[in-house]
């Protein structure tokens, strides 16, 4: 009970707070302002990682006198790099590889072929950017669409996905047809154990709701990006809502597994043999699952609101470094318990229980800083692609071990002192009714 009402607070929490995010398309609208431009040396407009041939970028301005009394101009660069901040602000404005002259409605602009997936920055400037003691006229600023393209699968520059984000759209779509068929084939099972409840009840329950919540978040994406291949922006309440969906599954499997190692832990101390592998909810195993799903909320959201479009990836940040420490060290927390628990353990079966729940554990929480350390032999375009797959196949792959564990008829009967007419998805009756 109490794990549920903490899994509904954490969800009103985030969706209050993710309800105002901002998500970051390749169909950018905006103002050019000059105020910004003079300040930065260029004001910053989008980035977008073309490859292949057949690049475009188009620009479309409502007002193009105004534009070309201010003498405005787009200027793209590919490869930024740190000795770039350095420049000038005329030295900036002059290395650009290509400068769009900004005098028409509509500017197409072809990007030349890459033999490698390259970062293209697209920043604005104009006649008073660089001249800091001119005084700036008081005209309006230019409203601005700007769409960029990667090439499709028939070489026309129709795709709105930058190279790093090529492919996911189908990962989403595969995903949620192996959760359809999963339902499909599991939901009768696995309502009849929810049902019957027994001494893992409560683990299920939250655990079914983590699942839902995975698949709630590859819905919402699937969604968002079907949207955004067609127009480039997508729905970006969608993708607020699938962050915020992973982000709960992730509280909520924490809170999870925290509970059961610590309450078994405590169990075992106070030699309650007659109940064993219970979720006995406790003051301490409470007050330790809740501290480490508030501190993971906290950097969950840090990172969310502290990655900027100019990251390619969120551990290029404080509080993604953090979330992955936070991993690491649950992971020895939890290992640190379970040995403990096996050590002492005699019962072989007992402790294949133990050993099997902790390889869920540690898949859990040990896939993403694994994989983001693997991620650095990519190249830069597959990095993102490579965590972001990989994290949700490995924590899908781990709730099945979970699930197979507590609704495993044999192992569960022998490690319980329960009767097996008390156990989840147990076959005597069901044996029994078809005898006679």
């Known amino acids: 009970m109490c794990a549920c009402k903490m899994s509904c607070l954490s969800t009103t ?38 490859q292949g041939d057949d690049g475009l970028l188009v620009c479309q ?14 200027l793209l660069y590919p490869n930024v790099d740190e000795i770039w901040d350095n420049l000038s602000c005329s030295e900036r404005l002059t290395s650009a590889h290509f400068t769009i002259s900004l005098s028409q409605e509509e500017h197409n602009q072809t990007i030349p072929q890459q033999s490698s997936p390259t970062v293209w920055h697209a920043l604005y400037a104009d006649r008073y950017t660089c001249q800091d003691g001119t005084v700036i006229p008081s005209h309006g600023d230019l409203t601005f669409t700007v769409l960029l393209f990667n090439a499709d ?7 709105h996905f930058s190279a790093e984000e090529a492919g996911l759209h189908t990962f989403y779509f595969l995903l949620l047809l192996a959760y359809f068929v999963a339902s499909c084939i599991y939901i009768k099972p696995l309502y009849q154990a929810l049902k019957k409840g027994g001494p893992m009840h409560t683990a299920l329950k939250v655990l079914t709701s ?6 709630c978040s590859a819905l919402c994406n699937y969604i968002h990006m079907a949207r955004y291949s067609r127009d480039g922006i997508g729905i970006p309440l969608m993708g607020s809502l699938a962050q915020l969906w992973a982000m709960a599954a992730q509280v909520s499997m924490l809170y999870t597994l925290l509970s059961l190692c610590v309450s078994w832990s405590l169990s075992r101390g106070r030699k309650h043999q007659s109940r064993p592998l219970q979720w006995e909810q406790s003051p301490a195993s409470t007050a330790v699952a809740v501290c480490g799903v508030v501190v993971q909320g906290v950097l969950l959201l840090w990172e969310h609101y502290s990655v900027s479009e100019s990251q390619h990836n969120s551990c290029q940040s404080l509080a993604g470094i953090l979330l992955i420490v936070l991993r690491v060290m649950l992971a020895i927390l939890l290992a640190s318990v379970l040995y403990q628990i096996i050590s002492t353990e005699r019962s072989t079966l007992k402790r294949d229980f133990y050993l099997c729940f902790a390889k869920g554990c540690f898949l859990w929480f040990l896939c993403h800083p694994v994989l983001v350390l693997t991620s650095v032999i990519f190249n830069e375009h597959q990095r993102e692609k490579v965590v972001t797959i990989g994290v949700f196949l490995c924590q899908s792959i781990s709730m099945v071990i979970l699930y197979q564990l507590f609704l495993s008829r044999s192992l569960y009967w022998e490690v319980s002192s329960l009767s097996s007419v008390s156990l989840p998805l147990t076959m005597s009756r069901n044996n029994q009714r078809g005898r006679y």
């Open 13 to 50: 929490f985030l969706a209050a707070v993710f309800f105002s995010a901002q998500a970051f398309g390749k169909t950018v609208t905006g103002l050019f302002k000059t105020e910004v431009a003079r300040q930065h040396k260029g004001q910053f407009i989008t980035k977008f990682m073309y």
């Open 61 to 74: 301005l409502d007002n193009p006198s105004l534009a070309a009394e201010k003498e405005s101009r787009l």
């Open 153 to 159: 699968s028939a070489g026309n520059p129709l795709e």
């Open 210 to 215: 983590s699942m839902a919540l995975q698949g």
